[in-house]
């Protein structure tokens, strides 16, 4: 299958391209290269250096009719600017989606996987969380996401007979031997833990210490990238007969404290902390359930914690300045 991989130059991207031409199918990777990597895209794939904003060139990607199906990454997702630039953000997540998926449709291309992301569930007032919780953002990055599935399930419903499958990623983590994680602005939490194991920063901030979990930290769900891919696979094949919304998470939380404990006993090095106030919006627990996407999908998630750290870690020492074009 001809699939265009939006954002395919990105952490995420670079790992289902990856998946895809392992299983056969053909990725075309479209990218502004904003946060991508060139060295990211696996060899020998076509690499399309556009924005999304650009309706030329999404004339030209789905005008000859052979791009069978997308797969759309292409985002910005730093929370704490999309508090300070909403506008950015909606202009960014929103508009050019609307953009996108006409240019999509005019070129007879119908189906759709969608990157979205538990930030849509805000505060979820009860854990693990399912895909029928209540989902009210608390940020406007959360919120782009949401909007995004709404325009997809009206799109489906409509007369176009778009087909969707948005994913609602919990943290993704971890490394193939080829791709890594490497963000610029790196927000997330496991790359900085290793960045302070290699000495390139002096401590992992502790934002609150005083939550109601065993150990006072915040409690997350992580996800293998590897195993985030797999599920791309199945979904797209399930964009041949039905839409729908699925959590990709473990099914079970580790605290900030417990993730900093496995990579110090992973690296072997030590990982000082600060403690730090708590951050507005930030839940004490955010655990996924993903019954529905084993039961619908056929998925299960096979790589814990500590292949996470450990896959990430080994990444990161193979390429000591991580990508460098
Ligand atoms: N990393 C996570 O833990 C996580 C969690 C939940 C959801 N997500 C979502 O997954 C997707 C991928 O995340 P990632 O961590 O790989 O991010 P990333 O920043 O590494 O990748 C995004 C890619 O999109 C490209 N891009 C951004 N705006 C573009 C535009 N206007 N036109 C063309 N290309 C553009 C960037 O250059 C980059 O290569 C995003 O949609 C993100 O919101 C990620």
Redesign the pocket.
Known sequence: MRVLV????????SVISERLLQRGDVPIV????????RT?VPPGVEVVQ????DIAALRNIFGGGTVEAVI??????IVGDSVRQPLRYYR??VA?LLSFLEAMMRGGCRRIVF?????VYGEPAEVPISEECPAHAVNP?GST?LMGERILADAAAGDGALRFISL??????GATRAAG???HPET?LIPRVLEVALGERPHVELYGTDYSTADGTCIRDYIHVEDLAEAHVLALDRTSRSSGIYNLGNNRGYSVREVIETAARITGRKIPVENCPRRAGDPPQLIASHRKAADELGWSPRRGLEEMISSAWEWRLRNPRGYTE
Not at 6 to 13: D, E, F, K, N, P
């Open positions: 939006t954002g395919g130059a990105g952490y995420i991207g479209l990218d502004n290269f904003s946060q991508g990597h990211a556009a924005d999304l904003a759309h990454m292409a985002a910005v997702s960014e997540n050019n990157s979205s992301s538990a930030a990055y996401k609602r990623y919990f943290n993704v983590a994680e490497m963000h997330h």
